[in-house]
């Protein structure tokens, strides 16, 4: 996340969608590194990543492992140094789901020329949902996370023609606005990012037909793009990734929807590989999750949500 991205954000919310995510992450090359990296889904990181996703109920409070505990210390402290408006701004994933809370409606936006079949969106809508399942396994029962379920589910689509969904629509509203640049997008009308007050007044479903987060697939794309807004991957590269268990591209992405920091200029005291440093693991590690307990953590007794 640019340092700068949370003020400017708040500033121009309503206006134009900015990305979280350093523009690095929008360079094809930084990707494609991961397929050099060590396999980072080492059995022993597996076997400690189940281990630590099934923490004690009881566990509350900041209690990391030794080995991770200085580096963590370290990514929070550049946090806490290098965001503006660290505390004050309102519209990180967190907030999000506190507002719902414990649910994510998603709007694909469909920034293609190509057709997408009904079941293909059905795969679109159950791998994104078990991609952010990924991250929030690490919350589920942590340090009084309120949610034992994070619903994620896919409500509208937003495509240049009707006619490129094929199939029933039912159950999912489709929607022809586009944004300031003619990219496919469902309604400002019902999305959070423009509606940061919840007030939802203009949505014609009104509040339940909302959506909290895009899912921005876009033809040719190889790089990716995160921030409050949601996630922006390329189209190809997600439906070609339909049959992975890990898209890490959009993992790193939703990374940065809940407040994570990108590390293209420095790294953490003896960590690597790990998801949130673009193209060098292509899963979730212990360090990725530490840190997104971290946020859990410092946020939720900042805002009163504990
Ligand atoms: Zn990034």
Redesign the pocket.
């Given at each position: 996340m640019r340092c700068t991205a949370p003020l400017t954000l708040a500033l121009v919310a309503g206006v134009t969608a900015l990305d979280f995510?350093?523009s690095?992450?929008t360079n094809s090359s930084v990707w494609s590194a991961v397929a050099k990296a060590p396999a980072s889904a080492s059995s022993s990181q597996l076997l400690s990543s189940r281990l630590w996703n099934r923490p004690s109920k009881r566990q509350t409070g900041w209690s990391p492992p030794s080995n991770l505990a200085n580096a963590l210390q370290e990514v929070w402290n550049h946090c806490m140094s290098t965001y503006s408006n660290f505390w004050g701004f309102k519209n990180y994933g967190w907030d999000q789901i506190h507002a719902t809370g414990g649910k994510i409606n998603v709007c694909v936006r469909w920034e293609s020329s190509a057709t997408i079949t009904e079941a293909q969106r059905a795969q679109v809508a159950s791998v994104y949902a078990a991609q952010y399942q990924k991250w929030f396994s690490w919350l589920y029962g942590y340090d009084n996370f309120p949610y034992s379920k994070i619903d994620v589910n896919v409500v509208g689509w937003a495509v240049r023609d009707k006619s490129l969904l094929q199939g029933s629509t039912a159950g999912i509203t489709v929607y022809t606005d586009t944004d300031s640049e003619g990219a496919p997008q469902c309604s400002e009308a019902c999305g959070r990012f423009f509606h940061q007050d919840g007030n939802y007044n203009s949505c014609p479903g009104g509040a339940s037909a909302h959506y909290d987060q895009s899912l921005w697939l876009t033809d040719g794309w190889s790089g990716?793009a995160?921030g409050d807004w949601g996630q922006r991957i390329g189209r190809e590269y997600f439906i070609g990734s339909l049959g992975s268990s890990n898209v890490h591209i959009l993992l790193?992405?939703m990374?940065?929807t809940f407040g994570l920091d990108?590390f293209y200029d420095w790294l953490p005291t003896g960590q690597t590989n790990f998801i949130?440093n673009?193209g060098s693991a292509t899963v979730i590690t212990d360090f990725d999750g530490w840190m997104l307990r971290n946020w859990w953590n410092g946020l939720s007794r900042y805002r009163g949500w504990q």
């Open positions: 995510s350093q690095h992450d990716g995160g790193h992405e990374g940065h990108d949130m673009a």
